[in-house]
């Protein structure tokens, strides 16, 4: 389950303080302390086909009280750590879920102290550098959306993605994931630099989510579309660029082989018009282009040797150049 660095608190700070005293051996004053806000997870439906209940949201909001966090790539540093002092359970006004309920997500309220070894991760939250949080948890019941069985306890046979009928309606079957019952540490995770400061990847268990192959695998299994993370679109979209510039130069050399084929049938077949000759070619496989090409090659060949004449020089053998000019290639 991942979340996302929001923003930073513009909150009553006397409050705050209060709250992260509770963590540190003694009292922290305003300029001691940094705080930000994480998104640490929320009720949409992830990757695995899994997601929260708003009840379990509840109770990891409790959980992860003075919880620390750590970041990736400070792993050495290991005071190096964001302590959770406050969390909050937010609806987010107009937005619904993908399965139709009021968007909900579990905010928490962070701190680092205000010293010289977190100056630069300081900087870094301050600067907008995009991170992600990344939560662990343990949770007692794992509840199919379809028929409600808890698979912890009987697993059912309804598959996780596929979707059913249900209602008169069809729906995606899920793991509904109830009753947590801890929760670890949570983890900062650096992400591309393009992402939008405060979107919440609703779908990313893996670190840069799937895969060009992965996606298009989904794809062709997908029954009632794929969700994709805006880190996933461009991930395509620049594969699908880099297709297109394959694609052009597959173009520009099947015009080519065309381009000989009529004019080495001008040479082998003179009989055929070249305007019939190029139709033709329109719809020929570059496979069946090619065989021609060679084809017409060695018969053209035959009537016209054509390395002497195109090394024919200038002056020597005027008469048979002027002779062989419609046949030069
Ligand atoms: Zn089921």
New binding site residues.
Partial sequence: MNGAIIKHMQTDMTHDLECINQYTRRPFTAQEVYTFSVVLCDNEIDRDFERFSVEALHTLSQLFLGKTGIFDHNMKTSNQAARIYDTALETVKDKMTSYGEPYTRVVAKAYLPRCEKNTDLIMEIESGMKKEVSVGCAVAERI??????NQALAP???KQGKSYGKNGTKEV?HIILNQPTDAYEWSFVAVPAQREAGVIKMFGKTKGGMTVEQMIEKMKEAEDGLFLSREEISKMLSHLKEMEEYAACGKAYREEVSRNVVKLCGLAQPQISSEVMKRVTEGMSLEDLKVFEKAFRLKAEEVMPLSPQLAVTKGTENKKSSQNQAFKI
């Avoid at 199919?144 to 069985?149: E, K, L, Q, R």
């Fill in positions: 199919c959306s379809v028929c409600g069985a059912c046979s309804h079957c």
